[in-house]
Protein backbone atom coordinates (compact mmCIF):
# COMPACT_ATOMS: atom_id res chain seq x y z
CA UNK A 1 0.00 0.00 0.00
CA UNK A 2 2.67 2.34 1.05
CA UNK A 3 4.33 1.97 -2.59
CA UNK A 4 0.65 2.60 -4.46
CA UNK A 5 0.53 6.23 -2.11
CA UNK A 6 3.98 7.32 -2.90
CA UNK A 7 3.57 7.05 -6.49
CA UNK A 8 1.50 10.16 -6.92
CA UNK A 9 2.81 12.43 -3.94
CA UNK A 10 1.43 15.52 -6.39
CA UNK A 11 -2.39 14.21 -5.92
CA UNK A 12 -4.71 15.14 -2.81
CA UNK A 13 -5.64 11.52 -2.40
CA UNK A 14 -2.52 10.38 -1.65
CA UNK A 15 -2.15 13.02 1.45
CA UNK A 16 -5.47 11.12 2.20
CA UNK A 17 -4.11 7.91 1.97
CA UNK A 18 -0.86 8.72 4.06
CA UNK A 19 -2.92 10.67 6.77
CA UNK A 20 -5.40 7.49 6.87
CA UNK A 21 -2.19 5.68 7.83
CA UNK A 22 -0.99 7.68 10.65
CA UNK A 23 -3.85 8.52 11.73
CA UNK A 24 -4.94 4.50 12.14
CA UNK A 25 -1.10 4.69 14.29
CA UNK A 26 -2.78 6.97 16.29
CA UNK A 27 0.05 9.14 14.90
CA UNK A 28 -1.88 11.83 15.22
CA UNK A 29 0.44 14.09 14.66
CA UNK A 30 1.83 13.54 11.38
CA UNK A 31 -1.42 12.71 10.35
CA UNK A 32 -2.82 16.00 10.86
CA UNK A 33 0.60 16.96 8.32
CA UNK A 34 -0.36 14.91 6.07
CA UNK A 35 -3.50 16.47 5.94
CA UNK A 36 -2.19 19.87 5.90
CA UNK A 37 0.22 19.02 3.32
CA UNK A 38 -2.49 18.03 0.85
CA UNK A 39 -4.59 21.22 1.78
CA UNK A 40 -1.76 23.59 0.45
CA UNK A 41 -2.13 21.42 -3.27
CA UNK A 42 -6.09 21.33 -2.61
CA UNK A 43 -7.31 23.84 0.12
CA UNK A 44 -11.11 22.92 -0.95
CA UNK A 45 -11.43 19.50 -0.88
CA UNK A 46 -14.12 18.40 1.87
CA UNK A 47 -11.92 14.56 2.04
CA UNK A 48 -9.34 16.22 3.65
CA UNK A 49 -10.78 19.06 5.80
CA UNK A 50 -12.67 15.91 7.05
CA UNK A 51 -10.44 13.96 7.79
CA UNK A 52 -8.48 16.79 9.63
CA UNK A 53 -11.21 17.70 11.55
CA UNK A 54 -11.32 13.88 12.65
CA UNK A 55 -7.93 13.64 13.84
CA UNK A 56 -8.41 17.39 15.77
CA UNK A 57 -11.16 16.01 17.45
CA UNK A 58 -8.78 12.45 18.25
CA UNK A 59 -5.90 14.84 19.75
CA UNK A 60 -9.04 16.94 21.59
CA UNK A 61 -8.57 19.81 19.63
CA UNK A 62 -12.15 20.77 19.90
CA UNK A 63 -12.47 24.16 18.47
CA UNK A 64 -10.09 23.75 15.48
CA UNK A 65 -12.18 20.61 14.90
CA UNK A 66 -15.51 22.54 15.37
CA UNK A 67 -13.49 25.40 12.45
CA UNK A 68 -13.10 22.68 10.37
CA UNK A 69 -16.54 21.40 10.30
CA UNK A 70 -18.03 24.81 9.73
CA UNK A 71 -15.57 25.56 7.02
CA UNK A 72 -16.64 22.08 4.90
CA UNK A 73 -20.61 22.95 5.65
CA UNK A 74 -19.76 26.11 4.18
CA UNK A 75 -18.20 24.38 1.11
CA UNK A 76 -21.14 21.69 1.18
CA UNK A 77 -23.96 22.86 3.09
CA UNK A 78 -25.53 19.34 2.99
CA UNK A 79 -22.52 17.61 4.00
CA UNK A 80 -24.31 15.15 6.87
CA UNK A 81 -21.45 13.70 8.07
CA UNK A 82 -19.80 17.26 9.07
CA UNK A 83 -22.82 18.43 10.54
CA UNK A 84 -23.38 14.93 12.69
CA UNK A 85 -19.96 15.77 14.23
CA UNK A 86 -20.05 18.66 14.92
CA UNK A 87 -23.32 18.28 16.20
CA UNK A 88 -21.75 15.88 18.29
CA UNK A 89 -18.86 17.64 19.82
CA UNK A 90 -21.19 20.95 20.33
CA UNK A 91 -23.55 19.26 22.76
CA UNK A 92 -22.19 18.87 25.76
Known amino acids: MLRSISENPGDPAYFIQL ?19 GLKIDPKNISLLFNLAVTREAEEQIEQAKELYLQILDLDCENHAAQERLDKITSF
Open 19 to 37: GKLYFLSQDYARAALAYRQ
